[in-house]
């Protein structure tokens, strides 16, 4: 449905954007997953139309945004990063505004439902600058789908809320993706997880990642990790290691004078689990802790902008 | 409804729901109210052309005033970004402040009626057609001034910056017509013709000259169409 191919934008001499390919399909919700200032702000910004590339192209269902920019900001809903609305308004006036502008015919009716799906019942009549912040979320969100648009582009849409409200904005992020093309910027990986069906990550400008959500974990992680602590020496400790085929030892600390804290680490192709604790049975240890530690989507993004920082 | 009159509509009822456009307006009234009444009763004599004098040079900080937000204070709060994603054109953006200014304009002069309904009662042989002109006059004045201030709130973000550049701008065009004297001869002609008061003193006459018309509109188209330029061209930045 969205097609970015290689996307370069340039910001004097840096470039923000470096070749950039990926394509979003029909009702997918994308995840666009990255550090600050890595480019995702940039990318959004040239998919509304709002910024023009340097060079590389994109289209919306077959239309370019050099030629067909009317069109393409016709389909599209979008919610900028920091969520910028007349305060003077009221929202009323604000979402009338906004679909006068986009020629709804049907507002009363739009209106009711928008106001349904995003909570601003009770705040309709008040001016926009008297809501908090959370509130102002859901404004901009309304703004956004007011006109219905099969796409939806919102730009890190829970940043500076509190927890609740981020709870709340996801759900109802959610609840907007199940009927549209939805991509969502958030420097937040929990969120991504969360909300996302597929995740892009982007580093200086340039995509280290994509897949869905399984992929990069799979992807990125061969090897599993088990946490024990037992009550038993080191030195009795480091012969689990000998004695089990295929695992090893990658740690081994005190915790107290009597319990030990080892790390062991096998392939994930074989679960050694059993074995290990067939192990420590045998020898009659006492087993207060057996943990799995799974690579997570967090390390897999800490490692890959880490590495390409340290490489650029 | 067009997206340039909706753009308007929005501007005019933000001038009327700040208490901005109220102060502005008052403080025009009572100046323009104050060089028109008090000749009245000195020199006991009955005339708008005070008014048509002094309303010009008041419009110096009251037009850049009504304007200096327009676009600088989009461009501040990030509206902008959301107003250039909606499928209008930047020329509409452009006219609908445009509009809305001249609006807000033209209120400030529908109350200076009040002095001309003190000539009407007062007065004797009163010349209509030049006080019909100095009107029009005034109004396209106000457009001139406004499609300059709107310029000068494109290129910034910052109010108080887009007050000083279009009243700088202004001023140029204002003072023009005095420092004719400092110039040589052969380019006082052109320098003449460049001058604002060269042109609106022509109208307050009760002359409508192509050439004055000519000037004004094409001032306003000019400055109308860099606004429209600066505000496309942030997308290539």
Redesign the interface.
């Known amino acids: 449905m969205i097609q970015l191919q290689n996307l370069v934008k340039d910001y004097g001499n840096l470039r923000a954007v470096d070749h950039i390919n990926f394509e979003i399909n029909e009702g997918e919700i994308l995840g666009f997953l990255g550090p600050n200032g890595a480019g995702k702000s940039t990318t959004l910004k040239m998919i509304t139309c709002f910024l023009t590339p340097t060079a590389g192209n994109i289209t919306v269902e077959d239309r370019n945004v050099y030629d067909n920019s009317k069109e393409i900001r016709e389909m599209i809903g979008y919610l900028p990063e920091t969520n910028p609305l007349y305060t003077d308004m009221t929202v009323y006036d604000y979402l009338k505004f906004v679909a006068d502008i986009r020629k709804i015919s049907n507002f009363k009716q739009r209106l009711k439902e928008v106001t349904d799906k995003c909570g601003l019942h009770g705040v309709v009549s008040k001016p926009i600058g008297t809501l908090s912040k959370g509130y102002r979320q859901r404004v901009g969100l309304a703004q956004a789908i007011i006109h219905d648009p099969k796409i939806l582009i919102l730009d890190e849409p829970t940043t500076g809320l509190d927890p609740n409200q981020i709870v709340e904005i996801r759900q109802l992020i959610k609840e907007l993706g199940k009927e549209k093309t939805l991509i969502m910027s958030s420097h937040i990986l929990q969120e991504v997880q969360a909300v996302c069906d597929r995740i892009v990550i982007i580093n200086k400008g340039k995509i280290v990642a994509d897949g869905s959500t399984q992929q990069l974990q799979n992807n990125f992680q061969n090897k599993n990790k088990l946490v024990l602590e037992i009550m038993a020496t080191k030195d009795e400790l480091g012969s689990l290691a000998d004695a089990v085929e295929g695992v090893e030892l990658l740690s081994l600390e005190p915790v107290t004078a009597h319990i030990n804290k080892a790390v062991l680490e096998y392939s994930v192709e074989q679960d050694k689990r059993k074995e290990i604790y067939e192990f420590i049975k045998q020898q009659e240890w006492v087993l207060l802790e057996m943990k799995r530690e799974s690579m997570s989507l967090e390390a897999v993004f800490r490692n890959l902008t880490i590495e390409e920082g340290g490489q650029a | 409804?067009n997206?340039t009159k909706?753009?308007a509509n929005?501007e005019m009822?933000?001038y009327f729901?700040?208490p901005a456009a109220y102060i502005v307006l008052v403080v025009f009234l009572l100046i323009a109210g104050w060089f028109f009444a008090s000749p009245l009763f000195i020199n006991n004599q009955a005339e708008l052309r005070t008014l048509f004098n002094i309303v010009p040079m008041i419009f110096i900080f009251f037009v850049p005033a009504i304007t200096m937000g327009l676009i600088a204070k989009e461009r501040n709060?990030?509206?902008?970004?959301?107003l250039?994603?909606?499928?209008?054109?930047e020329s509409q953006i452009v006219m609908g402040k445009f509009w809305a200014s001249l609006g807000l304009i033209a209120v400030g002069l529908l109350f200076t009626l009040v002095h001309f309904l003190t000539i009407i009662i007062l007065g004797q042989n009163i010349d209509y057609g030049a006080i019909i002109c100095g009107y029009l006059g005034l109004i396209l004045l106000g457009a001139v001034y406004s499609s300059i201030g709107i310029f000068a709130s494109s290129l910034t973000d910052n109010q108080i910056v887009a007050f000083i550049i279009s009243f700088l701008i202004i001023f140029f065009l204002f003072i023009l017509e005095y420092s004719l004297f400092i110039l040589p001869s052969y380019l006082s002609g052109f320098f003449q013709y460049l001058s604002i008061g060269y042109h609106f003193s022509n109208l307050t006459r009760g002359v409508i000259d192509t050439r004055n018309l000519v000037y004004f509109g094409s001032l306003i188209v000019l400055f109308l169409r860099f606004s429209v330029l600066t505000l496309e061209n942030r997308?290539?930045?």
């Open positions: 409804m997206a909706i753009i929005k009822k933000s729901n700040s709060i990030g509206t902008i970004e959301q250039s994603t909606f499928p209008i054109k997308k290539w930045k």
